[in-house]
């Protein structure tokens, strides 16, 4: 890597701790998806001054989107001096609700021991202002560079991306020919490569009974003891067999290298609120529950599926009466890109640079905004790479370390110069 950039990312070092902080006091909660326009609109006059043009972008129609809460994305792209490619780095400005149990203010910013602290510090707004750092610097040392340089600061990827990057990618933003490589600065530590995320297979399962009175319900049939045996039969035939199934993806937390279910809700018979006045006793016909499936790379979703579907189907035949519905409530087919793909060995070797070690290579748990990238857009050459420790994301005085967010805005850098001067073929 080029020392000058290393050199003009350090001397933008308190720079970067003030964009943070300013980024930080947009409170971008969402839900309901608040302050997204003069967010977007402040990262839009910051890049205006490095030569960006500018695509203000509302996902009309977008689940959340109104008037009060538009769902605004910025699109900032910056032209080099001849054709090559375009890199783009993609950062999301919405955080989650701050919680309790906070002892700085989450909207502040405040600066201590070495650390930004706020409601999305690490999740993401220290990655986006690494990423626009980053580009900075490599504009400072390059300013006659090859291809184009992308910026987009995207809404609700905490509600699944649907106003933001899913919808950018529905209308051309993410096709290959306009963009080659995408980095996403998510948390997830400056030495480490985020090649993808498992898959999500969220249903709605329902059983089904005989309203009747309470003190004879034998003469009803009760949905609720229907569910609790779907939930017996999960924990003694399907969770042993899911902690055994592990897969080749390196997934961080290893707890997370194997298939996991998790029961996110449960609900049956009359409400539990019993204000104003008392419930009448009721035999429950109705009983749901939400079950969230992570499933593996060496997993198929019609498998995933029909191993949830089989055992409903084999209550079917043990218990009198059983009837059951089950919907599918959200889909995300598991994705990791390739190590040895271009933006993968860009980023993995300016961490050898920065570092001078190995990059490890992790995929997340859970989801975000690459699947949109990939699934819609068909763009594949994505990873994330970002500064801030994953587990912070969503807690109490969430922070990020200022030296990681100046290290890891060094091998953004030394990143996107090896994707736009690559030798031609
Ligand atoms: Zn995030």
């Known amino acids: 890597m080029d020392g000058r950039l290393g050199d003009a990312v350090a001397a933008r ?40 043009s500018l695509d203000f972008v509302r996902a009309y129609g977008s689940p959340g989107d109104t008037d009060s809460f538009p769902r605004m994305n910025l699109v900032a792209r910056r032209e080099g001096v001849k054709p090559g490619p375009c890199v783009h780095f993609n950062s999301h400005i919405d955080v989650v609700e701050p919680g309790q149990d906070w002892t700085v203010d989450p909207f502040e910013g405040v600066v201590r021991d070495g650390r930004v602290y706020g409601r999305g510090a690490c999740d993401m707004k220290g990655g986006l202002a690494a990423s626009i750092i980053a580009v900075e610097a490599f504009l400072s040392v390059f300013p006659e560079f090859p291809g184009a340089i992308e910026i987009s600061a995207t809404a609700d990827e ?3 991306g649907f106003g933001g990057v899913a919808y950018l990618a529905q209308h051309g933003y993410f096709s290959p ?3 080659d490589h995408v980095i996403i600065p998510e948390p997830l530590n400056k030495d480490r490569v985020c090649l993808g995320h498992r898959g999500v297979w969220w249903a709605e399962i329902e059983t ?12 009803g049939d009760c949905a609720i003891r229907h569910m609790s045996a779907v939930l017996q039969a999960f924990e003694t035939e399907l969770f042993p067999r899911l902690a055994d199934r592990t897969t080749r993806m390196p997934v961080v937390p290893p707890g997370a290298r194997s298939s996991t279910l998790n029961i996110n809700g449960i609900h049956g018979g009359q409400t539990d609120d019993y204000r104003p006045g008392l419930p009448s006793p009721n035999v429950p016909d109705l009983c ?24 409903l189907e084999g209550l079917k035949h043990r218990r009198p009466r059983f009837e059951y519905r089950i919907n599918d409530v959200m889909i995300v087919e598991p994705l990791m890109t390739s190590p040895e793909s271009p933006v993968a060995e860009a980023i993995a070797g300016a961490i050898r640079d920065v570092f001078d070690r190995e990059p490890k290579y992790v995929v997340s748990p859970g989801t975000y905004d690459q699947k949109h990238i990939a699934r819609i857009g068909g763009l594949f050459d994505c990873i994330a790479y970002g500064p801030g420790i994953l587990d912070l994301a969503h807690r109490p005085d969430e922070w990020v370390g200022i030296d990681d967010m100046v290290d890891a805005a060094k091998v953004m850098a030394g990143g996107l110069a090896a994707l736009l001067f690559v030798p031609a073929k």
């Open 177 to 179: 020919g306009r963009v």
């Open 208 to 219: 089904f009974g005989e309203i009747a009175h309470g003190s004879m319900p034998f003469l």
């Open 288 to 311: 749901r529950a939400t079950i969230d499936r992570r499933f593996l790379i060496e997993e198929k979703l019609s498998d995933v599926r029909g191993e949830v579907i089989a055992i």
């Open 13 to 52: 070092r308190d720079d970067l701790v003030a964009l943070t902080r300013e980024l930080i006091r947009f409170p971008t909660i969402n839900p309901p998806g608040d302050q997204y326009g003069p967010c977007v609109e402040f990262v839009g006059r910051r890049l205006a001054l490095s030569g960006f």
């Open 158 to 160: 905490e509600s699944g």
